[in-house]
T-cell receptor, first 114, second 112 residues
Framework: NAGVTQTPKFQVLKTGQSMTLQCAQDMNHEYMSWYRQDPGMGLRLIHYSVGAGITDQGEVPNGYNVSRSTTEDFPLRLLSAAPSQTSVYFC?????????????FGPGTRLTVT | DQQVKQNSPSLSVQEGRISILNCDYT??????FLWYKKYPAEGPTFLIS?????DKNEDGRFTVFLNKSAKHLSLHIVPSQPGDSAVYFCAASAYNAGKSTFGDGTTLTVKP
């Protein structure tokens, strides 16, 4: 199993550009989520999904869109990049949304917006 | 309002000694508490968890203690090893809420 994969590893965008961060998991996990981590801070939840076709907002959803058309994939779209979105982005998956199960994280995408 | 707090940004201990990492929470609806470990340039990895119906869970060198009345949990690492040097995140979630709330992390340095 590859686990949770994220592409790209690094990305530099100009203000106003859009892009999609890819996330895929091969563990047949029901639950997937996107977090951002800023320096000296914890992980803040952007969006999450409890199953294919179902998504919901986390703590910091503004400026981001998600969709979950398959169990495996959960892409994160930046609509119009802003310098405040410079961060490290982590995708995670879990067996269920119950909270009792650990999340498996991808290696992260380091995004810089200039 | 931060619902999960790790008040110590860093901790340094000598190899072989005990490391104690602390976490406080404010939301009494949390049912599960998990600890994750993160090395630089990698994603977090799960370490150990505890449900709110227990007060202790042990896995090898790692033990998590939960004090519900104080809304406090702690992670004990005994004995500490240099490979334990990493950032440790405390996370909490309510049953079926679909979201976990993370603390800001504590950077543990274990000196040889």
């Amino acid at each position: 199993n590859a686990g949770v994969t994220q592409t790209p590893k690094f990305q530099v965008l100009k203000t106003g550009q859009s892009m999609t961060l890819q996330c895929a998991q091969d563990m047949n996990h029901e639950y997937m989520s996107w977090y951002r981590q800023d320096p000296g801070m914890g992980l803040r939840l952007i969006h999450y999904s409890v199953g294919a076709g179902i998504t919901d907002q986390g703590e910091v959803p503004n400026g981001y869109n998600v969709s979950r058309s398959t169990t495996e994939d959960f892409p994160l779209r930046l609509l119009s990049a802003a310098p405040s979105q410079t961060s490290v982005y982590f995708c995670a998956s879990s067996y269920s949304a119950s909270g009792a199960y650990e999340q498996y994280f991808g290696p992260g995408t380091r995004l810089t917006v200039t | 309002d931060q619902q999960v707090k790790q008040n110590s940004p860093s901790l340094s201990v000598q190899e072989g000694r005990i490391s104690i990492l602390n976490c406080d929470y404010t939301n009494s609806m949390f049912d599960y508490f998990l600890w994750y470990k993160k090395y630089p340039a990698e994603g977090p990895t799960f370490l150990i968890s505890i449900s709110s119906i227990k007060d202790k869970n042990e896995d090898g060198r790692f033990t998590v203690f939960l004090n519900k009345s104080a809304k406090h949990l702690s992670l004990h690492i005994v004995p500490s090893q240099p490979g334990d040097s990493a950032v440790y995140f405390c996370a909490a979630s309510a049953y079926n809420a679909g979201k976990s709330t993370f603390g800001d992390g504590t950077t543990l340095t274990v000196k040889p």
